[in-house]
């Protein structure tokens, strides 16, 4: 009788410790299921900040430029007959416009790829993306891309006859900085969030590579040294960039877990 009661107490400690095992393991794979939700929630919430982040820089960025081409061809359009009867007063009223409008160069390009400006003429036109010859619709490019002193180059197609030749181009040509003064590039108070344009070659317009986190000088080459999260790769990430498409890309970059969440420039290559 003592030897069966020693075996119940036996079995029913054993059936007590293997429902208690069985509970802490319960316990411990929904507290691990929990946080995977959890991180899961976090995450889908900052893609959702992220992409709603890039747009609006996107918007800011794409309305600025068609500001800029709106005051080009206001410039261009409030120009008369007595601005254009030399090249002292073509001058002058270049002179105002870039004043008004805190411009590098207020120019024009006649149909044998002559620049003028306020300043004199110049025979650089090779130096500068559009086409003088075929320009139909205005365009935006970048001067000295190679360079720390870039500029903004946006440029309209126009007709006008000047001293014996014939106008071609009206552009304007401004500093980077100043491009870029109304946009802002730090998004957050933290310095957690950064904003920067990029060209699709991966040329930062401001400098910066992934906010300066980055000791290349180029996002795509920084980014091919990037570990890539699973369901993300550099060779996705490329294929988007490069073609103009929107994405995300999540990573680890020098120790350092990023998101990179990136959007079109409307009007612009």
Same mark, same amino acid.
């Given at each position: ?14 059936? $007590?410790? %293997? ?19 959890? !991180?899961? *929630? ?8 992220? #992409? ?53 160069? =207020? *120019? ?6 002559? %620049? ?5 003429? +110049? ?16 365009? %935006?490019?970048? =001067?000295?891309?190679? $360079? !720390? #002193? ?35 590039? !730090? ?11 990029? $060209?699709?070659?991966?040329? *930062?317009?401001?400098? $910066? ?17 990037? +570990? ?11 294929? *988007? ?20 969440? =990136? ?7």
């Amino acid at each position: 009788m003592e030897n069966k009661k020693s075996n119940t107490m036996a079995i029913a400690i054993a059936g $007590t410790l %293997i429902i208690a095992v069985i509970l802490i393991l319960s316990t411990v794979w929904m507290g691990n299921a929990a946080k995977e939700d959890n !991180d899961e *929630a976090v995450k889908t919430v900052s893609l959702l900040y992220l #992409d709603e982040l890039a747009g609006r820089r996107e918007q800011v960025v794409e309305n600025n430029l068609k500001n800029r081409i709106r005051d080009l061809q206001v410039a261009i359009g409030m120009m008369e007959a007595d601005d254009l009867s030399d090249n002292q007063h073509l001058q002058a009223y270049q002179a105002r416009m870039k004043r008004l409008y805190n411009l590098e160069k =207020f *120019a024009f390009v006649d149909n044998h790829g002559r %620049i003028y400006t306020s300043m004199g003429n +110049q025979d650089n036109i090779r130096e500068y993306s559009f086409d003088y010859k075929t320009i139909s619709a205005p365009e %935006i490019s970048i =001067f000295n891309i190679a $360079t !720390d #002193d870039k500029k903004v180059i946006i440029a309209v197609p126009v007709d006008m006859p000047f001293m014996g030749v014939q106008f071609k181009v009206g552009f304007m040509e401004i500093d980077m900085d100043e491009m870029l003064s109304g946009i802002s590039m !730090d998004s957050s108070p933290d310095d957690a969030t950064f904003c920067n344009i990029y $060209t699709r070659n991966g040329v *930062a317009l401001s400098d $910066t590579i992934l906010g300066g986190l980055a000791q290349e000088d180029n996002l795509l080459e920084a980014m091919s040294h990037a +570990q890539f999260d699973k369901g993300y790769s550099y060779e996705e990430f490329m294929h *988007a960039f490069v073609n103009g498409e929107a994405g995300v890309a999540s990573f680890t970059y020098d120790g350092i877990k990023e998101t990179l969440n =990136f959007v079109p420039v409307g009007n612009t290559d």
